[in-house]
């Protein structure tokens, strides 16, 4: 007799628009698709909120007109994966993304805000963004109130890892003029 072994269902971006198209979810479920699973989101507390309302903010006031900000919106990263970033400063582009959600390429700068998420977000979040070519992410660490700088991506993992408290300051890479205190954020 055979013995057969179940196997999660594995969906691409494709399937995955086409279901929410045809309204098999809510519009109020929050979900994102990685690597062809579709995965259920933490809620988000008021702490998680406020500091991406902060982030929002503090890069819109400093960045301006340079830069597309995106806040939650889906990412386009293989073709089995979507996942919905805290914050995304994108190249501008006149179109704002209208016809594609923004690629790795896009990405200057990706943010996850993280409190009961995080080791969701260190395990599979941020390698699935080394594993795209994503330059440069941070990840504000609510429950250790400090941020972690990752860069330098290597297949799955960042080459570099840099972790700054409160008494820190933040500079873009890829604006090394724009600064921005971590207490300002914690």
Request: aromatic share 8%.
């Amino acid at each position: 007799m055979k013995t057969l072994t179940p196997h999660p269902k594995k969906f691409s971006r494709d399937i995955y628009h086409k279901m929410a198209e045809s309204a098999i979810f809510q519009e109020s479920d929050r979900l994102e698709l990685i690597k062809g699973e579709i995965i259920e989101m933490s809620p988000v507390g008021l702490r998680h909120a406020s500091c991406v309302k902060k982030l929002n903010y503090l890069l819109t006031k400093k960045l301006g007109d340079q830069i597309i900000l995106g806040v939650q919106d889906p990412i386009k990263l293989n073709n089995d994966s979507e996942p919905q970033p805290d914050l995304v400063i994108l190249k501008y582009r006149p179109d704002f993304y209208a016809n594609e959600h923004p690629k790795p390429e896009d990405i200057l700068l990706l943010i996850e805000v993280s409190d009961s998420s995080i080791e969701y977000d260190k395990n599979v979040k941020i390698p699935l963004y080394a594993e795209n070519q994503i330059s440069e992410v941070w990840l504000v660490n609510l429950n250790d109130n400090c941020v972690e700088i990752h860069q330098k991506p290597y297949q799955n993992y960042y080459q570099s890892i840099q972790k700054l408290s409160v008494i820190n300051i933040i500079s873009l890479s890829n604006f090394p003029e724009v600064e921005i205190k971590i207490s300002e954020l914690l």
